[in-house]
């Protein structure tokens, strides 16, 4: 019986290292594949990263300030291939390191109210009461 155990274990232990090493050949090779997907345009590379109204701040800094953004786009972009960068990039983010560099890029800012359930834009709501509503 003990010539049987020790003849299993072994069998055990030579299975587990033929896993193990499954395992770290395919780890090897799984860096690799997403090279191949990773764009070689630095824009494209940087609208991957982006989050919650990231690329409504891109399009916008692109339109107020082309030269500066692509610039910006570019080195962001070397940063995320090297991994430096490996976290989601939301519209705050992305404005304020914008802003940070010097570049004030302007947002279009809507302030919505509630209103019978509604949301509804305060500018609608200002413009749709007459100066007598007030006074009742």
Do not use: Y
Not at 54 to 83: D, H, M, R, W
């Amino acid at each position: 019986m003990n010539e049987e155990d020790s003849e299993l274990e072994r069998l055990k232990a030579k299975r587990l290292a033929e896993m193990q090493k499954n395992i770290s050949s395919r780890q090897d090779q799984s860096p690799k594949s997403p090279e191949k997907i990773i764009p070689t345009n630095p824009r494209d590379l940087l609208v991957k990263t982006l989050g919650f109204r990231g690329l409504e701040v891109l399009k916008n800094a692109e339109s107020q300030f082309p030269n500066e953004t692509k610039i910006i786009v570019e080195k962001l972009s070397e940063l995320i291939k090297s991994g430096e960068i490996n976290e989601i990039i939301d519209g705050g983010k992305l404005l304020a390191l914008f802003r940070s560099v010097g570049m004030h890029v302007r947002m279009e800012t809507k302030i919505n109210i509630e209103q019978d359930g509604k949301f509804v834009s305060l500018s609608d709501k200002l413009s749709n009461q007459s100066p007598n509503d007030g006074d009742e």
